[in-house]
């Protein structure tokens, strides 16, 4: 994406009515706050915060949008009379359960709000004729896991083996199904005026993450505290990514939507470079370094409920179709969530995620 991209995004963005669902959350709040910094109006439906901590509370973002719902996607009815009301044109799609441990404490509610969650989404649009763009975030989770070295392309088949996986497989399937019954291309203009996507991202990682078992929150948490940090998985191998990255790839997409509706309504990966794909280890330890202080433990169980060792995403479609691409090396990455977690106590931090977003703007 070049500098020029960013300028079509504020030209683009500025005086559109734009609805994030899971504002509140980490990746949510952080696209609220560039959606608002490229002039968009910006509405929210989400539940509360986890914690003081989270970048939304932080950020003060929720007082800066248009509006900030706090409605469970779970009710469907509720879903439709806020749609009503707020009248979107663009919605992205983001609020769910995204953690693979909770979802097997919680598999019944996993499902509940991802699955049927997404559904009454999908029905909101359908009964709003002010949307005209929708994207809706799964996961590079979303995939038949084999576990090979080879990397998944939007074609590969969905599958998921725990609750959390599995349930993003099965909004994949959703979001097809309605877009074939009732979004389908072939009847854009005549039938429908919605372009539906989905999209699909690594590891995202970034500054006001405080989710449990997720190696940065973790990490931060362990540096706050004893210093000791236990790692459950150190060989896993994940596709990491800055929060900046998948966001400006959502942002970009939705955006071709606008003006080619029915070229771009399709499945998309946005994941890292190959560089980018290391194991939990090596981030921990790359973190360890920067902070200058902690250290690493390895507390792996063979008994501890299934977790994929192996996952990485083809973003090929994605550059070449979209000219996006990851800007940020693994080590930027790192300097940037680290500088983050390190300046969040003693400043203003909307204007960090702000100066934050321009930084990844910059970049060429
Ligand atoms: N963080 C990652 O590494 C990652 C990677 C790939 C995909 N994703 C996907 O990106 C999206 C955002 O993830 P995140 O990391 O910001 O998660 P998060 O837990 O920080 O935020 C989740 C958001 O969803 C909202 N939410 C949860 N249940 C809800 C309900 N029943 N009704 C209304 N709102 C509800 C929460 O209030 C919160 O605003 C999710 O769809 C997730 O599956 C995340």
Known sequence: MSLLQMKDFARFYTGKKVLVTGHTGFKGSWLCIWLRELGAEVYGIALDPSTPR?????????????????ADIRDGARMQELFAEIQPEIVFHLAAQPLVRL?????????????????????AIRRTPSVRVAVMITTDKCYDNRETTRPYTETDPMGGYDPYSSSKGACELAIQSWRRSFFNPADYGVKHHVSLASARAGNVIGGGDWAQDRIIPDCIRALEG????????????????????????YLLLAMNMWHEPTKYCEGW????????????????????????????????????????????????????????????????????????????????VYDLCVEEVRLHSEIP
Request: charged residues 25%.
């Open 54 to 70: 989270d970048n939304f509370g932080l950020s003060g973002i929720g007082e800066k949008m248009a509006a900030d719902v706090r």
């Open 103 to 123: 979802s097997y404490e919680k598999p019944v509610e996993t499902y509940e709000t991802n699955v049927m969650g997404t559904v009454n989404i999908l029905e």
């Open 226 to 249: 004893t210093g000791v940090i236990d790692i459950r998985s150190p060989h896993s191998v994940r596709p990491w990514q800055h929060v900046l990255e998948p966001l400006s790839g």
């Open 269 to 348: 990966n946005f994941g890292p470079e190959p560089s980018s794909v290391c194991t939990v280890w090596e981030v921990a330890s790359e973190l360890v370094r920067l902070y200058g202080k902690g250290s690493l433990r390895d507390i792996s169980d063979p008994s501890a409920p299934h977790e994929a060792k192996l996952l990485m995403l083809d973003i090929t479609k994605a550059k070449t179709r979209l000219n996006w691409a990851p800007r940020l090396n693994m080590q930027q990455c790192l300097d940037l969530v680290v500088d983050w977690y390190r300046r969040h106590t003693n400043g203003n």
